[in-house]
């Protein structure tokens, strides 16, 4: 497989069959037992371009005219000149500069990608497949080099639609993960380039998976939360949290919105309110215990840290940024605190800090060292003996390798957790969950057949050796994943193999294990009831 395969038409550039994927440890160490992958329907065929691989993230409506396709190409290359330039992309213009120019192809960072292992070692989802591609259409089409100098530079690329939707998906293939930028001798960040790649599909050809979109950004613009949860609905939420807390810790505890002046203002991901209310009920019970001086936001978007721009979109980024920067001012709060949410570290914590300016730059901080000092200086009675199970400890991408918070949550869980168990690799050097970068989220067609059997895959073998001791289903296991994209791929990932089933492993987040060690909550607050 060549870089310019990539714009001639064929039937398929790669096929994935089971035989081809990474083994799996017991019990899924046969490849017959792999489930099959969901068929697209004719209907599906015919109306996207599937020759990339076979699997479809964003699903991009063929052109029905070559006119039409002519000015995808022409959008394409005006955009890709804009990305280029000082002025129209000064967010991560140096760095994209920086991972173009100074690769020395050694390919050194192939070994450090888990979705390029897990498939095969397919050649298209090799780290430097991409990025070799979007430099060949630059030297030919943006610098101009002629036939002669593309003896030399490899620049002879044919860009056409074939090209162009190939691509497009094929930066869906990346979970952003940064592995390979980690291992780069030179610091080149192919991860970053993949996500250039989608910021220019999504700026200037309106091309984006809906999830993360129309169903993302643009609904957190107007309801207040890519859940739908209205302000409205965000308040019954609230109650129905206070009402479960005190059925659980036998006192009600009440939860403070709104509240001027406070220390922190906490942001969720929104989807714990929904989908996992037992982490942001933990929050509460452990900040009520600690004596912590902290509200909830009722504002629109107050209550969601979800940024989902800062996988697609800059111009999505900034106005989120911005939005959630105005409600802890009017607040008056002295910091934002983000909870058990990655990519809300990223875009909140990190690169917030390119858009927020003046009094709109209010300190920001992970949530995990203060629950480390909480639970570390004696704030709260705890028996560890209540968490006398197995657990292991899932690093989020965006914390650990991004931000560097990895001790943390391994000083809480050697002092709550008598079994704690370090996966391999792991803190700086971990895997991703195979769900970074949105696609937990993405549920396209049959994409989601790909992202647990190929991103994903590298996490289930990681969890799998670590619990080979105890992998009877008998025996409870607990997967800590202080994210809520990384639980979202978790359970689908486990789902789509019957994990639980088949090897009684559980996933949840940190605060859930800290309030079962609580001593002060009579009953078990970890339920062991698969959702
Ligand atoms: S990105 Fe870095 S590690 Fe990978 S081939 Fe280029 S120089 Fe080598
Ligand atoms: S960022 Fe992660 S998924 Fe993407 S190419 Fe690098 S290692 Fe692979």
């Not at 930066?171 to 192919?190: E, S």
């Not at 970053?192 to 910021?199: A, P, T, V, W, Y």
């Not at 001593?519 to 339920?527: G, L, M, V, Y």
């Amino acid at each position: 497989m060549k870089i310019e395969d990539i714009g001639k038409q064929s039937n398929r550039m790669v096929n994935i069959s089971p035989e081809d994927l990474m083994p799996l440890p017991y019990p899924y160490n046969k490849p017959d037992d792999e489930p099959p992958f969901k068929e697209l329907t004719g209907e599906q065929k015919d109306r996207y371009d599937t020759s990339l691989d076979g699997f479809l993230a964003i699903g991009i409506p063929k052109p029905t005219t070559k006119e039409e396709e002519d000015a995808l190409v022409k959008k394409f290359l005006s955009g890709l000149e804009k990305l280029l330039s000082k002025e129209n992309n000064w967010t991560f213009l140096q760095p994209l500069f920086h991972s173009l120019e100074y690769c020395v192809k050694c390919q050194i960072c192939n070994d450090s990608c888990p979705a390029y292992i897990a498939s095969g070692k397919k050649e298209i989802y090799r780290p430097t497949y991409r990025p070799e591609v979007l430099r060949r259409i630059i030297e030919k089409y943006i610098k101009k080099k002629g036939k002669f100098l593309s003896f030399i530079t490899g620049s002879d690329i044919e860009l056409n639609w074939t090209l162009l939707s190939r691509l497009a998906e094929l930066a869906y293939r990346c979970t952003l993960c940064r592995k390979c930028a980690q291992v780069c001798p030179l610091g080149v960040d192919n991860g970053l380039i993949s996500r250039e790649i989608r910021k220019l599909f999504s700026q200037e050809l309106g091309i984006a998976p809906r999830e993360l979109h129309e169903l993302g950004t643009i609904q957190q613009l107007k309801t207040g939360s890519s859940t739908g949860i209205t302000p409205k609905a965000l308040s019954n939420l609230i109650s129905f949290m206070e009402d479960e807390i005190e059925e659980i810790a036998g006192k009600r505890i009440k939860i403070p919105v709104d509240k001027k002046g406070a220390e922190i203002l906490l942001l969720h991901n929104a989807g714990e309110f929904i989908a996992w209310p037992e982490n942001t009920e933990a929050f509460a019970i452990i900040f009520d215990a600690a004596g912590i001086d902290w509200t909830l936001s009722s504002e629109v978007m107050g209550y969601d840290a979800v940024n989902y721009g800062v996988w697609y979109d800059d111009i999505q980024l900034a106005r989120i940024a911005i939005r959630h920067a105005e409600v802890a001012k009017s607040l008056k709060v002295k910091k934002i605190n983000v909870g058990e949410c990655g990519h809300a570290h990223k875009a909140m914590i990190v690169i917030a800090d390119r858009v927020l300016t003046g009094d709109l730059n209010i300190p920001r901080e992970s949530a995990l060292p203060l629950l480390e000092e909480i639970v570390c200086n004696g704030k709260l009675r705890l028996d560890p003996a209540r968490n006398d199970f197995p657990v292991t400890l899932h690093d989020p991408c965006n914390m650990v390798r991004l931000m560097g918070i990895m001790e943390p949550q391994r000083n809480i869980l050697r002092k709550i957790c008598p079994q704690f168990r370090e996966m391999e690799p792991h803190g700086v050097d971990n895997y991703c969950c195979g769900g970074g970068s949105g696609f937990a989220i993405m549920q396209s067609m049959n994409f989601p057949d790909w992202r647990s059997a190929v991103s994903g895959r590298m996490k289930l073998k990681q969890i799998l050796e670590t619990f080979q001791d105890v992998i009877s289903p008998d025996d409870k296991k607990y997967v800590c994943a202080p994210c809520s994209n990384c639980k979202g791929q978790i359970r689908e990932l486990f789902n789509y193999y019957d994990v639980n089933g088949k090897c009684g492993i559980f996933y949840g987040g940190l605060v859930e294990l800290i309030v079962n060690a609580m001593t002060d909550i009579e009953k078990p607050f970890i339920e062991w009831a698969w959702h």
